[in-house]
């Protein structure tokens, strides 16, 4: 398993403290060694920290597509994946719209609304 950045760490923390339990670096396409950075393989929800927003990250050139191709390939294999930055993470909004998420799709699952 790679180091993981605080935003991370943080974001593993928040979903622990939601009741939301997840692997980290959950590996979900070996054949290219794609990973999510966490994700709960039962109902196929997965995580993904954008670090490098202003600096290069996921966001520049060749990984640009890199990461479309990863997604993409997610989403057909029927994966929700939520990606955020690491702003978003550390300032606690990751945490305020997963606890929205959780309430709303767990009530959903026991037909109310």
């Known amino acids: 398993m790679k180091q993981q950045t605080e935003a991370q760490i943080l974001l593993g923390i928040h979903l622990a403290e939601l009741k939301f339990f997840v692997s980290a670096e959950y590996q979900f396409f070996p054949e290219r ?6 994700a709960n393989k039962d109902l196929k929800i997965a995580f993904e920290c954008n670090g490098g927003m202003w600096s290069g990250g996921h966001r520049r050139g060749k990984a640009t597509e890199e990461e479309n191709d990863k997604i993409n390939a997610a989403q057909a294999q029927g994966w929700k994946v939520f990606q955020f930055t690491n702003e978003q ?12 998420f959780l309430a709303e799709h767990l009530a959903a699952g026991r037909g109310e609304r």
Do not use: E, H, Q, Y
């Open 89 to 100: 993470i550390l300032d606690g909004r990751v945490k305020a719209f997963f606890a929205i």
């Open 33 to 38: 060694n794609w990973r999510f950075d966490w």
